[in-house]
């Protein structure tokens, strides 16, 4: 194999997580008195830190972006986590590593009560020995630190695996490769942008770019 360490990005990349994420963005913003787009200009949402997110696509200030944050994990805490569905191809994509000896981690901006309760709940956990998370009071979600994380816990070659222009930069700046995938929420020219390393179409292509 040509990696002994994978670092896998969560919302896009091992799961869809449109509906749950957008759903939770939505009743945020009606909280807020905000109005509600349709749910295609949600998207962005999908991945980046979320008070970043509140901050960039509604114009909110730091303090009203941590309410907005408060509000969004109300729904999200109880419906929108569920709302969710394993992108097809990766229960065995995971197998497939385990079965060569490839270390599997989880390296991604949302906090690790809710990582753990996806992948508990998709089966997926057991597949990875190590979960890279954010925390819950967004001192700490910014991909490179979290990619570092990851990286302690490591030896050997090490690549990420992501959607969007954040998993490339937390691979850059940790000095590892990047995959982006677009079966995700980003497109080739995000990903080509931040520099990314290479890119798959699909499951296929991912796994030979492993293999």
């Known amino acids: 194999m040509k990696y002994q360490n994978v670092l896998f990005d969560l919302d896009g990349t091992l799961t869809d997580s449109s509906l749950g994420i957008t759903n939770s963005v939505m009743y945020a913003l009606e909280k807020m008195g905000l109005p509600i787009p349709e749910r295609e200009k949600l998207y962005p949402f999908i991945g980046p830190p ?17 309410k907005a944050v408060s509000c969004y994990r109300e729904y999200y805490s109880k419906t929108g ?6 992108i097809a191809g990766i229960p065995e994509l995971l197998q497939f590593l385990n079965a060569e000896n490839v270390r599997c981690l989880v390296a991604t901006s949302k906090p690790e009560k809710f990582t753990r309760m996806i992948l508990e709940h998709f089966d ?3 597949y990875f020995s190590f979960c890279a998370c954010a925390s819950m009071d967004s001192s700490h979600v910014e991909k490179p630190e979290i990619v570092a994380d990851a990286l302690k816990h490591c030896e050997g070659n090490s690549v990420m695996i992501g959607d969007r222009f954040h998993d490339v930069n937390g691979a850059k700046a940790n000095h590892i490769p990047c995959i982006g995938v677009l079966f995700g929420f980003g ?25």
Not at 206 to 211: T, V
Request: glycine letters at 4%; hydrophobic letters at 40%.
């Open 50 to 66: 979320l008070r970043e997110s509140f901050e960039k696509f509604c114009g909110l200030s730091q303090m009203d972006a941590e």
């Open 124 to 126: 997926l956990m057991h």
């Open 81 to 86: 986590i569920f709302e969710n569905e394993v």
């Open 187 to 211: 497109s080739r020219e995000e990903l080509e942008n931040a520099g990314a390393d290479f890119i798959a179409e699909d499951m296929d292509e991912l796994r030979d770019l492993l293999s």
